[in-house]
């Protein structure tokens, strides 16, 4: 009975994703006609307006939704489950900052390499690891959940420091794309990186696999997932490097986007009543790719009124939310 109660529900957050998507593609003051997507797709002239803005704006706008919105969830699953702690996730332990950190470094810098996609991608992992595993380092001496949550906040805003100081050196042009990438968009992906952005991150799918079991036995503790064969050093390195990949992928090419990895793990958790890290891991994905799509569409819809950052919208919903878990868990 439970599990077609948790099949029930990953076939409306799907047929959700699904529907948002499609409105998503479609969303726009211009007019367009049945058929462009598909033609844009396969059969894309430059003569025609329509299969232009499809294959260069809103193809690649929709498909960075979907990415980065299950990317940061399963990413904040990961961390919330590592550290045993509702409140854990990218941004809020800092690994969002320091994968800001490296790409700030590369963006600043003005070296052809590091402006490229391999180059931001590169330093955007490695950003993402080396500050998971100052996480993880600290998480063996704190056992405070607070406290290493204090210690996730302090370590943003260092890197934040050091993100003002780089700043306040630079030329003007690059601070200027620089600012504009710290707001966070699903806009400065263009239709030729989507095979290179969808390689990685389905390599960080794979790697779930590996994980799914193990998840599912640190739910337990750690003593008991060690006497069933379990390597935890192993284990923990594996779960920051595939943290890393989904953090670092998104953040260097949709800028720091908060709240998601943390407000929608908690979500799927309330939804789903389990702690079988398969059916989370799948939940995470679907109902994260569905909340950045609709946090898009707001911004779309007011876009006449206003220019909304995509962190401020993600922000103004998951605060809420996060508030919420806090006064239930504490």
């Known amino acids: 009975m439970k599990s077609l109660n948790y ?35 396969f059969h894309f002239s430059e003569n025609e307006q329509m299969q232009v803005i499809f294959r260069e704006v809103r193809i690649p706008r ?10 940061l969830s ?6 919330q489950t590592l550290f045993s702690n509702p409140l854990a996730g990218p941004s809020v332990l800092g690994i969002t900052s320091g994968s800001s950190l490296c790409v700030a470094i590369t963006m600043l810098s003005g070296i052809p390499f590091f402006t490229s996609d391999l180059g931001i991608i590169s330093t955007a992992l490695i950003g993402a690891i080396l500050f998971s595993l100052v996480i993880l380092f600290f998480s063996f001496f704190v ?27 630079t030329q003007a042009n690059q601070l200027k794309a620089f600012t504009l990438w710290g707001f966070g968009s699903l806009q400065q992906v263009n239709f030729e990186q989507i095979p290179l952005i969808f390689a990685v991150f389905v390599i960080g799918l ?14 337990i503790g750690e003593k008991p997932t060690q006497i069933l064969g379990v390597q935890l050093k192993s284990f923990r390195i594996l779960i920051i490097i595939v943290t ?18 943390l407000a929608v793990p908690n979500m799927v958790k309330l939804l789903y009543k389990t702690q079988n890290h398969l059916l989370l891991l799948i939940g995470c994905a679907l109902a ?43």
């Open 143 to 169: 056992k405070s959940q607070v406290s290493l949550l204090l210690i996730g906040i302090m370590l943003s805003s260092f890197t934040n420091a050091i993100i003002q100081v780089l700043q306040s050196t």
């Open 206 to 219: 794979i790697a779930l696999v590996w994980l799914i079991k193990p998840l599912n036995l640190l739910v």
């Open 74 to 79: 399963i990413a904040g699953l990961l961390m």
């Open 7 to 41: 099949k029930k529900i990953s076939w409306v957050l799907l047929c959700c994703m699904c529907g948002l998507a499609c409105w998503h593609l479609h969303a726009g003051r211009l007019q367009w006609q049945s058929g462009e997507l598909w033609k844009s797709l």
């Open 244 to 261: 890393a990949i989904f953090a670092g992928l998104i953040t260097a090419f949709c800028g720091p986007i908060s709240f998601i990895g």
């Open 288 to 330: 994260g790719a569905c909340t950045l799509l609709l946090c898009d569409l707001i911004i779309q819809w007011t876009e006449d009124l206003l220019l909304l950052p995509l962190n401020g919208v993600t922000a103004l919903i998951g605060s809420p939310f996060v508030i919420w878990i806090i006064l239930k868990k504490f």
């Open 62 to 71: 929709t498909f960075m939704a979907m990415i980065a919105g299950a990317g």
